[in-house]
């Protein structure tokens, strides 16, 4: 709570792992080249500042490894400030993720996703486009006062249960396209709501 985080923070734990791995010749098992780490603390960040990135997703060229965090316990990055990349590509969220309030300077990705618990992103900031896209919302999803300065793309994006989107500000543009909110086609809901 209130510290500034001066590193790279690796939900992946990529750098230990890479030693232990199979060389690129050899790394595709079972035609899967993810490495997935599972976290099972409580993660809880408050008025934190990220100065370099903030990564659950990672994919390494060199090796052709994809490393990847899945978090099986409550995520909560509250009034954060992530000043460089923050990647949760393929992340799965057991028990959802508060966001609130946070702020994104540069490259974020959600996409592919799954939040299996609400996720609250209320309030928060996005400097760059913020990417939804293949995102699965399970128990809803709070985007109340968020603003985006660029696009946000939600392509594909399936939310059940609540979708709050009260005073959601977007620059540029709202990429829909195959999304949908309990069933219904995100375009029809965002033009009824």
Request: charged share 30%; hydrophobic share 35%; glycine share 6%.
């Amino acid at each position: 709570k209130g510290v500034t985080v001066t590193g790279v923070l690796d939900f992946t734990f990529m750098e230990e792992k890479l030693d232990e791995l199979p060389r690129k010749s050899r790394w595709w098992r079972n035609g899967d080249n993810e490495v997935k780490e599972f976290i099972e603390s409580k993660i809880s960040f408050q008025d934190v500042i990220f100065e370099d990135d903030v990564l659950a997703y990672y994919h390494d060229k060199r090796s052709g490894y994809t490393f990847t965090a899945d978090f099986e316990n409550s995520l909560q990055f509250e009034n954060c400030k992530f000043t460089r990349d923050a990647m949760f590509k393929y992340s799965t969220f057991e028990q959802g993720a508060n966001f609130a309030g946070s702020t994104f300077n540069r490259e974020n990705t959600f996409k592919y996703a799954e939040f299996e618990g609400m996720a609250d992103f209320s309030k928060t900031y996005f400097d760059d486009d913020a990417v939804f896209k293949y995102t699965e919302f399970k128990e809803g999803a709070s985007f109340n006062a968020a603003e985006f300065d660029g696009s946000v793309d939600m392509k594909y994006t399936n939310v059940r249960g609540d979708f709050d989107i009260e005073n959601m500000e977007v620059r540029w543009d709202i990429i829909a396209k195959y999304a949908e909110i309990n069933g219904r086609s995100l375009t029809r809901y965002l033009i009824n709501n």
